[in-house]
């Protein structure tokens, strides 16, 4: 290949945007234009920036765009979210090609549990039975027995034989908040959401005296002093649920501002608060840097050059899925 086709290539590959790119482009135009060409699907997570879900071909939680991922038969798929989103979309759906429009777009909840050390960490209870969040690499689904997401996770803890011990990883505040809700005892893992941490209790408190018809809602991603004072907990399409569903007007939001879009779209009289951040400067830390990394233009390049794509070890493939697999025949079992 030529030096310079050769350069843009590698850029492309690693999700930054085509160097000729057009302003006059209308992306929203091309982007379903490009959809029906390839046959492509795309799935999009609910913090994703607003114009990405409303191009979307379905936006959800950690569960739906799972489900989603093993149903299509899209030839691409396009997954407008994060890179552990997309390892699952591959590992469900194998014969595909899986897209993700910016190969940085991490999870530092991921990251809080590297393959190497977790292992290792495992082996100090090998009668354990392992269950693991989503939000894991692929490597460490093959360490693991059944996954969970937010959604399904007491479901899945209560599918487990009573007798069984559990480890949980990788996210610590999850694993508290379903051993209060379960009564199970688990070990668990000491990971966390960078977004979810950042949670201010004295500003909570101080919007809920300013707002006292308002209700709290949070993530349970979020710390236990958080969901002490929630009036509900749940994934994020049980918050938006339950904004729908509850007749109070006003809501505190703990997670992600992506959220907000839809709720907003689905009550539009409704207000919505974020929850703030922990910190002086009016840092926009409630905002995931990771899944803030796709952007429009990304989305389109990527389309266009069916580039970046996950691409998997065939072993992580073989012992990773079945986690998984598990987890959808608890969550079909259960209704969700
Ligand atoms: P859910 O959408 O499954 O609640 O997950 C939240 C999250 O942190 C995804 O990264
Ligand atoms: Fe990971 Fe937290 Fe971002 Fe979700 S919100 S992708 S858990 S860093």
Same mark, same amino acid.
């Given at each position: 290949?030529? @030096?310079? #086709?050769?350069?843009?290539?590698?850029?492309?590959s690693?999700g930054?945007?085509?160097?000729d790119?057009?302003?006059?482009l209308?992306?929203?135009? $091309?982007?379903e234009? *490009?959809?029906k060409?390839?046959? &492509?699907?795309i799935l999009?997570?609910?913090?994703? $920036?607003a $114009? !990405?879900q409303?191009i &979307?071909d379905y936006?959800?939680?950690?569960?739906?765009?799972?489900?989603k /991922?093993?149903?299509?038969?899209?030839d691409?798929?396009?997954?407008?979210?994060?890179?552990?989103?997309a390892?699952? /979309?591959?590992?469900?759906?194998?014969?595909?090609?899986v897209? %993700?429009?910016? *190969?940085?777009?991490?999870?530092?909840l991921?990251d809080s549990?590297?393959?190497?050390?977790f292992r290792k960490f495992?082996e100090k209870?090998?009668?354990?039975v392992?269950?693991s969040?989503?939000?894991?690499t692929a490597e460490?689904?093959?360490?693991?027995?059944?996954?969970?997401?937010?959604?399904? #996770?007491?479901h899945? !803890?209560?599918?487990i034989?009573?007798d069984?011990?559990?480890i949980f &990883?990788p996210?610590?505040?999850?694993?508290? +908040? %379903?051993?209060?809700?379960?009564?199970?005892?688990m070990?668990?893992w000491?990971? #966390?959401c960078?977004?979810h941490?950042i949670?201010s209790?004295?500003?909570?408190?101080?919007?809920?005296?300013?707002?006292p018809? #308002?209700?709290?809602?949070?993530?349970p991603?979020?710390?236990?002093h958080?969901?002490?004072? /929630?009036d509900?907990?749940g994934?994020?399409s049980?918050?938006l649920?339950?904004?729908?569903?509850?007749p109070a007007?006003?809501?505190?939001v703990?997670t992600?501002?992506?959220?907000?879009?839809?709720m907003?779209?689905?009550? =539009?009289?409704?207000t919505?608060?974020p929850a =703030?951040?922990?910190?002086?400067d009016?840092?926009a830390?409630?905002?995931?840097p990771?899944?803030?990394?796709?952007? *429009?233009?990304k989305l +389109?390049?990527?389309?266009? +050059?069916?580039l970046p794509?996950?691409?998997?070890?065939?072993?992580v493939?073989?012992?990773?899925?079945?986690?998984?697999d598990r987890?959808?025949?608890?969550? &079909?079992r /259960? @209704?969700?």
């Open positions: 290949m030529e @030096g310079l #086709a050769y350069a843009k290539e590698k850029l492309i690693k930054y945007l085509d160097l790119l057009d302003p006059t209308d992306y929203f135009e $091309e982007i234009k *490009l959809k060409e390839k046959n &492509a699907i999009a997570h609910y913090y994703q $920036e $114009e !990405i409303d &979307a936006i959800g939680d950690s569960l739906g765009l799972s489900q /991922a093993a149903e299509t038969d899209a691409i798929i396009v997954f407008a979210g994060v890179h552990f989103m390892e699952t /979309a591959k590992m469900l759906s194998p014969e595909k090609k897209l %993700l429009p910016d *190969l940085k777009a991490g999870c530092s991921a549990c590297p393959p190497e050390l495992k209870y090998p009668d354990h392992v269950v969040y989503i939000n894991c460490l689904k093959t360490l693991t027995d059944i996954c969970c997401t937010s959604t399904n #996770a007491v899945i !803890i209560e599918s034989p009573e069984k011990e559990i &990883a996210d610590v505040n999850l694993g508290r +908040y %379903l051993v209060k809700k379960t009564g199970r005892d070990v668990l000491n990971g #966390a960078m977004v941490e949670f209790n004295e500003k909570i408190t101080k919007l809920m005296v300013r707002h018809d #308002a209700k709290f809602i949070a993530h991603e979020c710390e236990a958080i969901l002490e004072k /929630a509900y907990i994934s994020t049980g918050l649920r339950y904004t729908k569903e509850n007007e006003k809501f505190i703990a992600e501002v992506g959220i907000i879009h839809q907003q779209k689905t009550s =539009p009289d409704k919505f608060i =703030p951040p922990n910190s002086e009016n840092c830390c409630n905002e995931c990771h899944m803030k990394r796709n952007t *429009l233009e +389109y390049t990527c389309m266009k +050059y069916e794509e996950i691409i998997l070890p065939e072993w493939i073989e012992q990773g899925v079945a986690s998984i987890m959808l025949e608890v969550s &079909a /259960a @209704g969700l």
